[in-house]
């Protein structure tokens, strides 16, 4: 695709800023007992985090080869799928009245595991697909310096968040919530200004892209559901590992597109949208699944 996407430093900066406040925000409920208790009671999280960081990037470059996609779209898709679940995963599960704490848990265990498999998920499907291998090649993928920038926006963020919220925990008790709601605002208003100033590219491109994302989506949401029937786990831990594995961290794909491929515009255009239709959907399904159910026991929390 030869197109150019409006983006600037400034903007790129900001983008990381909200990544980073997200990933504080989830992270001040947790403690190192979290992580614990998914060494103790895996099957759910682990169920969730193979779909997450295997089926989905291995299905994703299997189909993405067998519908011959252009290879910068199919990149994008690559790279959507091999980011960890998204942060709005916890509000869409307690929206769903599923287990939170089962949604949490995962995305911290799936951000800390993203720091190592994101960089190389997509340096190894980008290359196994041959009709985007020479689009990674040309690219000068360096997967070192993207495991920096997810250390930075993720892996850091997500401990000086344990730690404020052990340390602190009146003040993270009082915060969570608003900063959840305040960064959600924040990125939907950012995801918005950049589409409106890009609408014509993505206008001209649209018949591709909005087919090839919500397709994906669809493929990440029933590896979810199906992973979580494969190991016998119950409706709400099922729920909240489907909504994990659907709703993926595009936003981290987009940071890690604007700082070392801001020319693959193809690749901007499916992260960009995905960002918006993972909501749609996660909401969609959420409320769905919310009509007639009880609220989840205490112990299983709220964001």
């Known amino acids: 695709m030869q197109t150019t996407i409006d983006f600037n430093t400034g903007s790129l900066i900001a983008l990381n800023a909200i990544l980073a406040c997200m990933m504080f925000g ?3 409920s947790l403690r190192v007992d979290d992580f614990k208790r998914v060494l103790a009671k895996p099957a759910a999280p682990a169920a969730g985090l193979l779909a997450q960081f295997l089926l989905l990037p291995a299905l994703t470059c299997a189909t993405t080869w067998w519908l011959d996609v252009d290879p910068q779209l199919a990149l994008g898709m690559i790279l959507v799928a091999s980011c960890p679940g998204g942060t709005f995963s916890n509000i869409m599960t307690w929206l769903a009245r599923a287990n939170v704490a089962v949604s949490v848990s995962m995305t911290a265990v799936s951000s800390l595991a993203a720091t190592v498999l994101t ?9 196994l697909n041959p009709n985007t291998r020479g689009l990674v090649t040309d690219i ?33 008790d009082a915060a969570q919530k608003p900063m959840r709601v305040f960064t959600l605002l924040v990125l939907l208003a950012f995801v918005g200004i950049a589409f409106g100033n890009n609408m014509d590219v993505f206008l001209a491109n649209a018949d591709r892209i909005v087919a ?8 990440a949401l029933g590896l979810g ?11 709400a831990d099922r729920r909240a ?3 994990e ?34 909501l749609v959907s996660g909401l969609l399904l959420s409320l769905l699944w919310a009509r007639g159910a009880a609220r989840p026991a205490p112990g299983e929390g709220a964001p």
């Open 26 to 28: 989830v992270s001040l």
């Open 119 to 127: 960089p190389f998920n997509f340096a190894f499907y980008g290359w």
């Open 140 to 172: 000068a993928l360096d997967s070192t310096n993207i495991l920096l920038l997810v250390v930075a926006v993720l892996a850091v963020p997500l401990l000086l968040g344990m730690v404020v919220g052990r340390h602190f925990p009146r003040f993270a």
């Open 212 to 219: 090839l994302v919500i397709g994906q989506n669809a493929l």
């Open 225 to 235: 559901a199906l992973a979580g029937l494969a190991v016998g786990l119950s409706r």
């Open 241 to 243: 590992v489907t909504l």
């Open 245 to 278: 594995v659907g709703i993926q961290n595009s936003g981290l794909g987009l940071s890690i597109l604007f700082t070392f491929f801001p020319q693959a515009a193809g690749m901007i255009l499916i992260a960009g949208f995905w960002g918006v239709w993972h």
